[in-house]
């Protein structure tokens, strides 16, 4: 491991959890992402470069995320997954004409926010709740059932998009409970007033600590010129 790779992790698991390339080349992106760890197969099309862009789809039709061009929803990635992946690049191909700000927001903050303002919540968010997995092979379970806040090496993490949790009790046919309402409703609440705005121009990238960052984007609008094209890669460490 080279030391350049060496300061970029430990950036990304002891300090801000995320770090920035400007000007970068996509190959030189890519080689930097498989020194830092082993890129994951995304999707049931075996995919480990999904494309981020808007294709017409909305959450609120069931569609995903990275295919609409909608804001909010600032999550985690892989969820709904057994193992979260640890790391995600994002490298930026086009912007879009305009919105598309990348939102990112420290996991460590949000937990000491809870904690201050209602210290009972972290108890509930710390318990199971369903996620809708998604994607599935016939016979498999449609959900995950797992805690949205636990630890890992002495450190706070989350696996969290709201919208997937939603669809699981549906899926599941059960309604989320008074106080996981209000313990997720004071999550977002949390994440709101933690985030920050960063934007990606062309040929920049980041990764980020999947476990320790939060992230999402404002809503967007493409042009025939400008249509908004994100590359973006699942790691596990080495």
Excluded at 92 to 117: F, H, M, N, P, W
Aim: net charge neutral; aromatic share 12%; proline share 3%.
């Amino acid at each position: 491991m080279t030391e350049k790779v060496k300061a970029v992790r430990n950036e990304l698991d002891n300090g801000s959890g995320f770090t920035f390339f400007r000007n970068i080349s996509y190959q030189e992106f890519l080689e930097t992402l498989k020194s830092i760890g082993k890129p994951q197969v995304q999707n049931n099309k075996d995919e480990t470069i999904v494309t981020v862009k808007n294709t017409g789809t909305k959450m609120g039709d069931g569609g995903r995320y990275h295919q609409s061009n909608e804001g909010g929803s600032i999550h985690t990635d892989s969820p709904h997954w057994e193992n979260i992946v640890d790391y995600v690049g994002l490298y930026c191909s086009q912007i879009s004409y305009s919105g598309g700000e990348t939102l990112l927001c420290d996991a460590a903050d949000v937990y000491r926010e809870i904690k201050e303002k209602n210290p009972s919540l972290v108890e509930v968010l710390s318990s199971c709740f369903y996620f809708d997995k998604k994607e599935y092979k016939p016979g498999e379970p449609k959900t995950l059932y797992k805690p949205i806040l636990f630890r890992e090496n002495d450190q706070f993490c989350f696996r969290y998009l709201r919208d997937y949790v939603e669809s699981g009790y549906q899926i599941e046919g059960k309604e989320l409970s008074n106080i996981q309402t209000l313990a997720l409703d004071c999550l977002d609440e949390a994440i709101k007033n933690n985030t920050k705005e960063y934007k990606l121009q062309k040929n920049d990238a980041i990764i980020f600590n999947n476990l320790r960052v939060f992230h999402g984007r404002l809503s967007y609008t493409d042009s025939q010129e400008l249509t908004r094209n994100l590359k973006r890669v699942w790691l596990c460490k080495h």
